[in-house]
C-alpha cells in the first residue's frame, strides 16, 4: 500500500511541476492596441513632425518665404495688419473640401469685413509630397481665391507654428502676437456652424477677448 501511496504522490507532483513549467514558459499576450479615430490619426502625424509650436499670447515667429513665383514674402511685411495663416495641401480632400464648399472663401470675406486691410496667406509645408506645391497656385485660381501661396520647403515655418493638420489656421493681431490657433471652423464633416477664424478676428475688432483661443484642428496630417 506505500508503495502504491508513493508512486501516485510522485505522479501527482510531476503533473504540478509540468504545469507550473508549461505556465513560465507561455508568451504573454498583450491587449490589442486601440485605433484612434481617422481625423486624429492625422493630427497625431503632425504632432510628431511639428514642434510644441507657437503660443498664444506670444509673439508670433517671424519668418521669410518664396511665394509661386517666386518672391520672398516675410511677416514683417504685414507689420501693422491682422495676420490670418492658413495651412493648405491641395492634395488633402479636406483642405480641397473647404475651398469647394466655400468655407475658405467665406473665412476671407469675414476677416476682410472686420479688417479690410488684413493680409490672408496660404502656406504648404508638404515636402514629402512635391506634386502639392506645384498644384498650390492651380488650386487657388480655380476656386478664385487670390491670396500669397508660400511655400515652406524645409517645414521649418511649420514646426516653429507647430502645424499640424490641413488645414490648420493661425490669427496674428496687428501686434503681431498669435491670438488664435486651431480648426477653420467647429465641425470636419461640412456642416459647422461656427466660424472659428471670423470670430477671432470679429472679438478682436471689438477689442473682446478671443475665445475660444485655442481648438483642436482637423484634417490631415501636415506631410512635412
Known sequence: MKKILSIVLASTLAVGFTAISVAQDAPTQEAPKERAPKGQRAA????????????VGEAAPAFTLKTADGKDWSLSDAKGKVVVIE?????CPVCERVMKDGTVAATIKGVKEQYPD?????INS???RPSS??????Y?????????ALFDRDGK????????????CFVINAEGVLVYKGAIDNSQSGDGKTNHVVQAVTQLKKGEKVE???TKPFGCGVKY
Open 157 to 168: 515655418v511649420g514646426k516653429s507654428y507647430g502645424a499640424r493638420t490641413t488645414p490648420h
Open 87 to 91: 495651412w493648405v495641401n491641395p492634395e
Open 212 to 214: 475660444p483661443s485655442e
Open 126 to 128: 508638404s515636402a514629402s
Open 44 to 55: 497625431g502625424r503632425g504632432d510628431k513632425n511639428a514642434a510644441a509650436g507657437a503660443k
Open 118 to 122: 488684413a493680409v490672408y496667406l496660404a
Open 133 to 138: 506645391f506645384d498644384a498650390t497656385p492651380a
Open 140 to 148: 487657388l485660381k480655380d476656386n478664385k481665391i487670390e491670396i500669397p
